[in-house]
């Protein structure tokens, strides 16, 4: 590991102009590859405190052995060689493109003397028309078998063409009428080629040229009785207009333009492209980008415009681009694509109408793309098992880790604190086996107290099973913690919103969900070393010695275990590291999701929950006849009597329970400050989702824990 410091420049070296820097190592390779408007300024960053770099930033200045620069005149030129660089030497520690397969293109080669329809894949040739590029190759063949009925080009290699010139017999298309057979002369060169511009027109959006054409010719066959010449042109147009279906029309007036999505978490992002020409969507493409490197999205959209379009020219990049975020600067690289262009491109973020929706699908085809893509990677048999031996030996565990548990803890602003368990064996989630917990310990925050609660129920229960039993349960798991709280309070503790009911099969004989009995070999917490300490003392304090804890802290995803000083950093590359996130992520994603289940049940109570054998039906009948729970409050006994299904003792308990009830704080709109009327706060709830609090706090997802 080299000490930047050796290896720093002068002062007054680096001059203050934009330009290009490469970063080697000590073997002259080099390793990373940036543009700076300013080499001064931004090389002087990478030569700070180490304490205060990124760690992958940390990691990169302690590989690399030297520093060059090259020197620009405009920040345009600074980002062409940046990515002619990137290119030429593949830089360790450069954002990498990961499944960028060669998409197929439907491809015309203009070139040739008789042009030929054919799929392409890789490097663009130069005198081809290209179109795409499309995700399978045979959606291009179904489109191409589709227009060779009326716009019959050769697509035959030159082999069969040349063989079919020699012996003066066509392909099977030339004889059902798919091709014009240009090799024994049923056209002319400059009727084939004709033809060949008549399909790229087409194939560009030029369509209502041709259908009306070929309607007027079917009427006239038609009028002339030659019925069998008019079918042939309805079953030509039905095709153009089968292979046009198959492109939707998305944006209106003929739009050419790229839309760009990016769906990303801590190491990697997913990139998806649309290409839209005339409106319609003609392409789409994506891959997975491993961020190795400290990233903002508006670099992320740089490095994909980078990789589209660095080899493009001319009509290849359309008139518009529409990101999610824009690239700091933006003039620099709207200047290079109107440079590839060879005219005005605009780089925008599009905020409503077509274009918005349209994005909004990239989005979510990109957040598909993540997830697909880790979810074949967890689903590999032999990945899991090399992340687990990489845990075993990071921890240095006596095996792998085979079940692991790990636990969140989450509050908003100290209300309603909670935690979750989830479980994973074999590096795959045991949903089966998730739990969640109230804190009833204390009150407030405090989320090393809290980690020590839940930790000790846990592990409570663990031991109350064991002796119980006398041996290791072979039960599913229990369903609710009752160390310190009635069956009853948390019975719900494994379903989420929405999710179905448990099955008869996961409880024991008397009806009681089965106990937790089974140990991990693991627990992992969401926190740095407070949290690992409480939950190894927690461990201790109930003699568990066998069990081993660690931490994953989220902000540097430094590893922490109990006692020690230093965190262990594994390799951002490692398949370890990556399923230890996965837990912590989805640990912290269930406890988020029973907080705001908690509060948003919290937010929607009223005295009228309080009163013993009042459902849901008889209180809809008592807000419908009054109007409000306000006018329900000040009602009178015989006023409640008249409402149907309410007898006196009902009445008479309803007012006693809006007696004892404290007066309700004014109801507040969270997202206007609006303070509200009971009429409306008694059943509204925001478009968000979330509902109208009463005298609440802004509750926005930064100010969750």
Known sequence: MADPSSYRPKPGQIPDSPGVYRFRDEHRRVIYVGKAKSLRQRLANYFQDLAGLHPRTRSMVTTAASVEWTVVSTEVEALQLEYSWIKEYDPRFNVKYRDDKSYPYLAVTMSEEFPRVQVMRGHKKKGVRYFGPYAHAWAIRDT??????????????????????????????????????????????????????????????????????????????????????????????????????KNAVVLADATDADLIAVAEDELEAAVQIFHVRGGRVRGQRGWVTDKVEEITTGALVEHALQQLYGEETGDAVPKEVLVPALPDPLEPVQEWLSGRRGANVSL????????????????????????????????????????????????????APLRIECYDISHLQGDDVVASMVVF???????????????????????????????????????????????????????????SAPLSDTSDALTEAGSAPLEVGLKDDDGRPKRFAYPPQLVVVDGGRPQVAAARRALDELGIDDIAVCGLAKRLEEVWLPGEDDPVVLPRTSEGLYLLQRVRDEAHRFAITYQRTKRAKRFRSSPLDEVPGLGDTRKQALIKHFGSVKKLRSATIEEICEVPGIGRKTAETIAAAFAQAAPAAPAVNTATGEIMEDEDSATTTETSGEPVSAGAPDERRGQER
């Open 348 to 399: 925008r973020i599009p905020q409503r109408g077509d274009k918005r929706a349209l994005m909004e699908t990239v989005e979510r085809n990109a957040q598909q793309a993540l997830v697909l893509h880790k979810t074949k990677r967890a689903s590999d048999l032999t990945t899991r098992s090399r992340a687990l031996e990489e845990i075993a030996d990071a921890l240095d565990l006596d095996s």
């Open 144 to 245: 191409v078998d589709l227009l060779l009925r009326v716009f019959p080009v050769r697509t035959c290699s030159a082999g069969v063409f040349k063989n079919a010139r020699r012996t003066g017999r066509p392909c099977l298309l030339g004889y059902i009428g798919k091709c014009s057979a240009p090799c024994v002369d049923r056209v002319s060169a400059e009727e084939h080629r004709e033809l060949a511009e008549e399909f790229c027109d087409f194939m560009t959006g030029r369509t209502g040229t041709y259908l009306r054409r070929l309607e007027k010719q079917m009427m006239e066959a038609a009028e002339e009785m030659e019925y069998e010449r008019a079918a042939r042109l309805r079953d030509d147009i039905e095709a153009l207009k089968k292979a046009m279906e």
């Open 425 to 483: 064996e074999d590096g795959l989630q045991r949903k089966s086996e998730y739990r969640r917990f109230q804190i009833k310990g204390f009150e407030g925050q405090d989320d090393v107290r809290s980690m020590h609660e839940v930790i000790t129920r846990r592990f409570k229960r663990y031991l109350a099973e064991k002796e119980r039993t006398g041996e290791w349960s072979d039960g599913e798991g229990a369903l609710s913690d009752t160390s």
